[in-house]
């Protein structure tokens, strides 16, 4: 299964400018100048804090921009103020399109003025997270990691550690919005593996890629390694799921993604240009066929 992705940041956010509420003014190609919908601007209005209006901003601004790209829609605030991503029962986004829902499925993260969504076809099971490197104490990882997890934390050296730990909290955070459970279940029940992550402490290493992995057509014939950046693992929840997904880290961040059924490394997406007000023509990714 294809998985499409697509980052933001603030800057991103702040060269589309603010726009006004919608109706109050209309573009001469009949478009709002406005961004978001009716119902975003009262959700963002009765919000009291200026980080979650912000992280609430970027996140939507990126969501509707990856929406976008996947339905090969223009980047245009016409388009934007008809996409809205609204909570579903469990508190996982779902996606409406001129108040219909639309079948896909998203997933979103954001950290430090940085944010992500990870896209795919509806009814997936997706999950994907941002993180940056942190150290964490032995308490965090006795109160949050299973046995064989505070394990392979252990036997690497102390200058791999921190991301180590974030990696293993980032995918464990990616399985739980795929389960539709966030922070409500067990974090030690979601056991994860990651393949390709520090030579000779990991048993994925000498094992090559997890059976699961060799018996999908995404990953036949592959070694561990990374395939655009993106190395795999492997997320089981006890008596329950096992979502396969991929792991990046780069500089001080640590992307994860995981999906069912299995997902191919993720694919940017790429921005469609527009003409209209808050237009970006950022992206050098790809868009899924129509």
Partial sequence: MDVYWLEQTEADLANAGTGVLPGDSVGHDGCVTEWRSEREVAQLSAMRFAKRRADWQLGRWTAKNAVAAYLQLPADFCNFAQIEMRSGPSGAPETFLRNKWAPITISLSHRAGRAVCAV????AALGCDLEVVESHSDAFIAD???????????????AD????VTLLWSAKESALKALHAGLRLDTRGVIVTVVDALPGTN???????????????NFAARQPGAVNGWHPLRVRQLGGQTFLGWWQHTGNLVRTVVAAPPPAPPLELSILPSSTPGSSAAGSGQSPAA
Avoid: I
């Fill in 120 to 123: 795919a076809p509806s009814l």
């Fill in 144 to 158: 949050y990691f299973a046995t064989e997890e505070q394990l392979l934390v252990a036997r690497a050296a102390s």
């Fill in 161 to 164: 550690r921190p991301w180590l």
């Fill in 203 to 217: 048993h994925e290493r000498e094992a090559g890629v997890p059976e699961e992995y060799a018996n999908n057509a």
